[in-house]
């Protein structure tokens, strides 16, 4: 059975999901790692598309948007005493929490115009809200784990 050659930038989206469904690894050739390069390859189909990262996937900004708030609002929270490390004692269980909070609030917010509600005002009452809803149940809203090798 023969295949057609896959254009350049087809070859680099296939290298891409592959290595991001991949448990992290070594590339000691290069003297980094899998997400590195993966990294390097988003940003060579970003610059071969002619685009940012930004501008190509909108979707994609506003959810890492959403993730950055939740963590920066997390991270205050431990810096200012309100949010204690006990509370989420190690890196996994915080990418877990904030990742499913941030699913949560792209599904309630989904049809949301923010060019009429404030979204920094919004993004922080939904971090208190859902802060005191996980002291009542610590998997409220918790992302599924992810069996992660690294």
């Not at 290069?30 to 909108?58: F, G, K, M, Q």
């Not at 929270?77 to 004692?89: A, I, R």
């Not at 990418?95 to 060019?115: E, M, P, R």
């Amino acid at each position: 059975m023969s295949r057609d050659v896959l254009a350049p930038t087809e070859a680099l989206q296939l290298a891409l999901a592959a290595l991001n469904r991949a448990p992290r690894f070594k590339v000691p050739a290069r003297d980094t790692d899998s997400y590195s390069i993966a990294l390097e390859i988003e940003r060579t189909i970003a610059r071969e598309n002619n685009r940012t990262l930004a501008v190509s996937a909108p979707h994609l900004r506003s959810e890492l948007e959403v993730v950055f708030d939740l963590t920066a609002n997390l991270y205050q929270g431990f810096g200012d005493g309100s949010v204690t490390y006990e509370e989420f004692p190690d890196s996994r269980s915080r990418l877990d929490t904030v990742l499913g909070w941030a699913a949560k609030f792209q599904d309630i917010h989904s049809a949301t115009n923010w060019d009429e509600v404030d979204y920094i005002e919004t993004i922080d009452d939904f971090f208190t809200t859902t802060l005191a809803a996980h002291r009542e149940c610590p998997t409220y809203f918790r992302a599924e784990k992810v069996n992660r090798k690294d």
